[in-house]
Structure formats: C-alpha cells, structure tokens
C-alpha cells in the first residue's frame, strides 16, 4: 500500500491501467511535468508520454519546453541528456537502472586514452554514451544527424566514431569518409543476422526489408531502406508497400500500426531461438514505476555541474549541426 500525495488517500498495490493512466495524468498537471518517452517503450508508456520520439526529438524535446519537471522514460544515458539541458528542472526517471549496454561498453578511462592515440581527430560520439563520454568529444550525434554532421567535417581532418562500430560504418561507407571506430554495438540490432533475415525475406515475399544502421553491415546491404528509428517509421507511412520486416528494436511497430492501421509489420527475426530482438532496458519502464517516480518524485537524474558543462559542449554542437 501506498498514499498518494495529491489525495491523501491510499492506493492499493495493483492498479489497472486506466487507473495509472488517471493519476498520471493528474500528478503531471500538478507538478507541471512534461513526460518524454522513446520508441522503444512499452505502449502503455507512449499512451502516456506527451511526447515520443527517437534519441533526437527528445533532446530537442528535453532542451526546449516551459515544464518544471522532466519525466523521462527510456534509458539512463536520455534522462541524462535531459539533465545536462536543464539543470535547474527536476528530471526523473522511472527505473534508475535502465541503462545501455552500449553506454556501458565505452568506459571512460578507455576511451579517453583511445582519442589521445589520435589528438588532431574531430571526435563524434553517438548520444547513446555517458555523460563522461559526451565530455571527451567535439560533437554528440544520433543516428538521425550523424551523417549530416560528419558530411560538415572538414576532408582533412581525422574522425574519430564511437560508440557503435555498426552505425559508424554505415556512416563511413554513406559519406566515403574513413573513420577511427571504436567497437562497441547495440547487443539489440547486432543480434539480427543475415541467414534469419533472409529466412524471413523467403517467407514474406511481399514485405520490404527495412533496418536500422545499427544492424550488421550484411544485413543492411539486404535492405530496402536503411534510417534512424524516427525515418524508418516515416518510410512505412510513405512507401506504397503493405508490408514491412522491420529490422529494429520492435516497440516502434506500435507507432507504425497507429500510423498505418491497414499496413502489415512483421517483426525482424533474431534467430530461430529468439523470434524477437527486444531492448530489456527500454522495457523497465512500466505505468507502475512511472507513477511510482511521479508520486515520490524519485529517482532523480543528477549531473555535477564540472561534467554537465563539459558534456554540454558536444551536445549544444549536436543541435546546432543538425538540420531543423
């Protein structure tokens, strides 16, 4: 049992959705909070979000709005980014332990010492990395501007790329730019493979093959169309097609069905144990903890003031580079 703030009165363990649905809604006009989710969540956490979108939306989201309060739900490296932007509003969090195996594979002593092997490198950070991360590099991208910004770096100048070895090469082999990779990867869109991927191109001969740069280079050269999450979802709604394997995280296909009632979204196939790449992180938000963290006002996203200003600096750039 626990005792709601705005009532007074106690709330029983278990609620329905519609119940959450209620008092979220309520505890977000009080507290004047503007709830951010990605894609990727659970459909009941984009229900409520009052704004969902890629890792670029969302920092744009994050960077201008009127709210006292940042309710983001996704994981921990884009509530951070919320923060780095804001550091006088409240950011919270529904699972502080929802975080990024990718972050996690670029640590920061490793890296620091990995850009000092190249000093005269401009160095390009995807935002799925720590905020320590964020403050060794020249510019932040995602997966939606990384090509727009590295096509804005000078010939001459070296480029260094982390943390996602797939996306950079995709962006190397798009710009025909040669870029220092460091060798992290997205464990959700590596896992997708070429052998099942055609498997399933065999069994739905209609559907075109979309995917994200995150995937494998063998995967992508089988795709109709190659984009960032937010571009891929743009592709169903414009292409003539009535079918799609979607070769990304499949919480999108929520937004694709909303989109396109009519359309059909098959889910890329992982291999044949696991029908279904899924990110587990994204998946830890539930309509549970984000009342929960609404009501308590907890967990918090906390940033030093030393790291957010040099964090700063490459996301500010990010923005900048981007086209609007």
């Not at 977000?28 to 969540?41: D, F, G, Q, V």
């Not at 730019?177 to 997205?186: K, N, P, T, V």
């Not at 280079?217 to 414009?238: I, M």
């Not at 308590?296 to 700063?312: D, F």
């Amino acid at each position: 049992m626990t005792s709601d703030i705005s009532t007074g009165s106690v709330i029983p363990g278990v609620l329905s959705n519609d119940e959450l649905f209620s008092k979220v809604h309520r505890l977000k006009k009080e507290m004047n909070a503007l709830i951010l989710a990605h894609y990727y969540t659970l459909p009941e956490i984009q229900q409520a979000a009052d704004i969902v979108g890629d890792s670029l939306a969302l920092a744009r989201a994050a960077e201008k709005n009127d709210a006292e309060v940042i309710v983001f739900a996704g994981v921990y490296f884009m509530a951070e980014t919320a923060k780095i932007l804001n550091p006088s509003k409240l950011v919270l969090m529904p699972d502080e332990y929802a975080g990024c195996p990718l972050a996690d594979s670029c640590p920061t002593d490793d890296f620091r010492a990995f850009r000092e092997r190249w000093p005269e490198a401009v160095v390009i950070t995807y935002i799925n990395s720590s905020a320590e991360i964020k403050a060794l590099s020249d510019i932040t991208c995602t997966s939606s501007n990384a090509e727009h910004i590295v096509r804005q770096i000078p010939a001459d100048r070296q480029i260094i790329f982390g943390p996602d070895r797939n996306l950079g090469g995709y962006i190397a082999r798009k710009t025909g730019r040669e870029m220092i990779l460091w060798q992290g990867y997205c464990y959700v869109h590596d896992a997708f493979s070429e052998s099942a991927i055609l498997d399933a191109c065999r069994q739905y001969p209609d559907a075109e093959l979309i995917a994200h740069p995150e995937c494998r280079e063998e995967v992508l050269r089988h795709a109709a169309f190659t984009g960032s999450t937010q571009k891929l979802l743009d592709y169903t709604v414009s292409s003539p097609s009535r079918s799609f394997i979607i070769a990304t995280e499949p919480g999108i296909i929520y937004e694709m069905q909303k989109r396109s009632p009519d359309k059909k979204f098959i889910p890329a196939p992982k291999d044949p144990d696991n029908p279904r790449s899924v990110c587990k992180q994204m998946k830890q938000n539930t309509l549970g903890k984000l009342y929960q963290c609404m009501l308590e006002r907890k967990p918090e996203i906390l940033v030093g003031e030393k790291l957010r200003n040099e964090a700063l600096g490459s996301i500010r750039r990010m923005l900048e580079m981007s086209p609007s």
